[in-house]
């Protein structure tokens, strides 16, 4: 069983008493689904509410093992590569067609031109928008509420409009990177939290492209200087053994404790 780490976090086997934030690694594969994992997913609860950070490929078979078909609350999504956000398209199918509803709408907090982009994933263009199974909001930088959860959205470095989110709830706090080169904001958001999930997509090596991804020593480097309780290291491509990740993690200057990212690992902070 995986460390559970962070200030005020324990094992979930540990009793029964509801912590403040549960966080389940649903997926934490980098760029497409690997043998052992989905692509990025993660499921935030607190006061019987449930919030996904991000919904990428092939997540929506492994979210069923942790909670029921039709119990997500809401949606935020770091940004629109597919390996972040195309199971929305099969939730759609769920949540519109199932002979159990209909359900309401599920809030999609999301980059800008999100309805679109997954509509044109979905592909059937005959068929009610996904707007029949989401209510879409747009991000921007700054904080908002979803159910339990205070949510601070901060711009990252990559590519496309990319955003890390910071949730808190209870006086326990979990920041999320999404994907990102070296970021200055990242440290902001992750200031003084119990738990950072830090996407360490790249080895060590020379060369790398820069405002993309970054290695576990660059994880581990933002994890010291926001002061986190613990570090997570996901995001993690199949085509790269994660010992490696976890190896060059160590030379990142972070004196907390740090692991691999594992569907279905459990972490309970409270």
Same mark, same amino acid.
């Given at each position: ?95 519109? #067609? %199932? ?8 809030? @999609?907090?999301?980059? $800008? =031109? *999100?309805?679109?982009? /997954? ?56 920041? #999320? %990177? ?8 990242? @440290?902001?958001?992750? $200031? =003084? *939290?119990?738990?950072? /999930? ?67 690992? @459990?972490?309970d902070l409270g």
């Open positions: 069983m995986p460390h559970r780490p962070g200030r005020g976090a324990r094992n979930a086997e540990q009793g029964d008493e509801e912590a403040a934030v549960r966080l389940t690694i649903v997926g934490c594969s980098g760029s497409f689904p690997g043998p052992d994992s989905p692509a990025s997913c993660y499921l935030l609860e607190a006061e019987g509410f449930r919030m996904l950070l991000d919904f990428g490929s092939g997540a929506l078979g492994a979210l069923q093992r942790h909670i029921g078909l039709y119990d997500v609350d809401a949606i935020c999504l770091s940004h629109l590569h597919a390996d972040h956000c195309l199971d929305i398209c099969p939730y759609h199918v769920v949540r519109t #067609y %199932s002979p159990h509803g209909p359900f309401p709408r599920v809030p @999609v907090h999301a980059p $800008a =031109g *999100a309805p679109g982009r /997954l509509a044109a994933a979905y592909g059937m263009p005959g068929e009610p928008g996904l707007e029949t199974a989401f209510a879409f909001s747009e991000l921007t930088p700054g904080v908002f509420e979803v159910g339990p959860f205070e949510v601070t959205a901060a711009p990252m470095n990559h590519p496309v409009e990319t955003y890390g989110f910071r949730v808190s709830c209870g006086g326990r706090s979990v920041a #999320y %990177s999404g994907d990102t080169g070296e970021s200055a904001e990242l @440290v902001k958001l992750a $200031a =003084g *939290a119990d738990l950072l /999930l830090c996407e360490a997509s790249f080895l060590e090596g020379p060369d790398l492209p820069p405002d993309l991804h970054l290695t576990g020593r660059q994880a581990a480097e933002h994890a010291a200087k926001a002061g986190v309780g613990g570090l997570v290291l996901t995001h993690l491509v199949p085509w790269y053994d994660p010992e490696r990740v976890a190896e060059d993690a160590t030379r990142g200057g972070f004196g907390g404790r740090t692991e691999l990212a594992r569907s279905g690992a @459990v972490y």
